[in-house]
């Protein structure tokens, strides 16, 4: 397997950025076969894309299924274009792609692409797959942001206006065309051919301190009430990396390559049978 990490100079961030690739093709399992897929990852808040290399088995799992993995950084833009700041939608939605498949060579075909991530990169995924349906059949939030605008209505949380003013402004109003609930009604109204297949995970602890679980909760009954392929699980857990670990098999599961999770899990409930040591 190959993994490269790249730098790129991108006009939208007016200066160079890390995109980590990781291709299967050169493991014997995959030699001569085409990629089932190209999934992009995206990273939580303060972090980078590193994540998902350090503390997934992501890269194990994709070359289980032949798949390209895209783990970009993104700072903590929320994948918007800044108020005060970088315009890394643009990069994520226009200039990335492109240079993909010119380098690369990376499949473009909607049905060959996700595009997942975890909080922050939740809210990043949907509003990329809902804002850019022709080049994403699929998407994927984990434990997401994904109700962006209960969480502006608390202008006075310290938090709030440290990691939000930048990206939207002092008056932290919320754009339309940024609401993934307005995204989603939009998106609904599309022919059904066209529209995302749309996965939403939570743990049923990830409350404090911004309210994860119950930011889902607003986001389901918003969007289970539209005619969207939409798929929402939990179980119980946090804000943490065995949470995302098993949602990000879960989407593989889903998207591209169907009985992967259960086979995840199988392997883990197998019996174990030990000799004791002896004194």
């Known amino acids: 397997?190959?993994?490269?990490?790249?730098?790129?100079?991108?006009?939208?961030?007016?200066?160079?950025?890390?995109?980590?690739?990781?291709?299967?093709?050169?493991?014997?399992a995959n030699a001569g076969q085409p990629l089932r897929g190209v999934m992009t990852l995206l990273h939580g808040i303060t972090n980078d894309g590193?994540?998902?290399?350090?503390n997934s088995a992501v890269l194990r799992y994709a070359a289980a299924c032949n798949l390209?993995?895209?783990?970009?950084?993104?700072?903590?833009?929320?994948?918007?274009?800044?108020?005060?700041g970088s315009a890394y939608y643009t990069w994520m939605a226009e200039e990335l792609p492109t240079l993909l498949s010119d380098i690369f060579r990376l499949p473009p075909e909607r049905e060959k692409n996700a595009v997942c991530g975890l909080s922050m990169g939740g809210y990043g995924a949907l509003l990329l797959g809902l804002t850019q349906p022709g080049r994403y059949a699929f998407c994927a939030s984990f434990s997401g942001g994904v109700d962006l605008g209960s969480v502006l209505s608390q202008k006075d949380h310290p938090l709030v206006a440290k990691l939000f003013q930048p990206v939207f402004g002092q008056h932290l109003q919320l754009p339309p065309e940024r609401d993934l609930f307005r995204l989603a009604e939009g998106v609904s109204r599309l022919p059904e051919a066209a529209r995302p297949s749309i996965l939403c995970t939570v743990g049923t602890e990830d409350h404090?301190?911004?309210?994860?679980?119950?930011?889902?909760?607003?986001?389901?009954?918003?969007?289970?009430?539209?005619?969207?392929?939409?798929?929402?699980?939990?179980?119980?857990?946090?804000?943490?990396?065995?949470?995302?670990?098993?949602?990000v098999a879960i989407a593989i599961d889903r998207f591209f390559c169907p009985g992967f999770a259960g086979c995840q899990q199988q392997a883990w409930a197998h019996p174990i049978r030990e000799d004791a040591a002896h004194a």
């Open 68 to 84: 390209a993995l895209v783990i970009p950084d993104g700072a903590n833009s929320f994948y918007n274009d800044m108020a005060f």
């Open 1 to 28: 397997m190959a993994f490269i990490t790249c730098k790129f100079k991108s006009t939208a961030l007016a200066g160079t950025t890390a995109v980590r690739l990781f291709l299967p093709g050169d493991l014997a």
């Open 208 to 247: 404090e301190p911004y309210f994860i679980y119950e930011q889902n909760q607003n986001l389901r009954a918003h969007f289970k009430a539209l005619p969207l392929d939409f798929t929402y699980m939990e179980w119980p857990g946090a804000h943490e990396w065995e949470f995302w670990d098993r949602s």
């Open 50 to 54: 590193d994540d998902w290399v350090n």
